[in-house]
């Protein structure tokens, strides 16, 4: 008796869970999503005109830190494996 009780109650998790699945994936999405494409930068009558930073900032900062990071692990390719924290 439990055991078929088991195997019921398995099935009807089942089911409601596809049933649920299916009526999330069943809804309609908004029409009136912006354009991530476009995010960040200044669109009139759906041209990009230019971009907009915020802050007036610049990526170049970033640039410098992986150039750094890069030259960093780099620099660890090359040290000796014989030298020890003695040296």
Not at 43 to 50: A, G, I, S, Y
Not at 68 to 73: A, D, I, K, Q, S
């Amino acid at each position: 008796m439990i055991s078929s009780l088991r195997k019921m109650s398995s099935v009807l998790v089942f089911s409601v869970m596809i049933a649920l699945s299916s009526a999330a994936m069943a809804q309609d999405e908004e029409e009136d999503r912006p354009d991530a494409r476009t995010e960040g930068y200044l669109t009139v009558d759906n041209k990009v005109q230019q971009v907009v930073l915020k802050d007036g900032g610049g990526h170049a900062t970033t640039w410098f830190i992986l150039a750094g990071l890069g030259l960093l692990g780099l620099g660890v390719m090359f040290k000796t494996a014989r030298r020890t924290h003695l040296d």
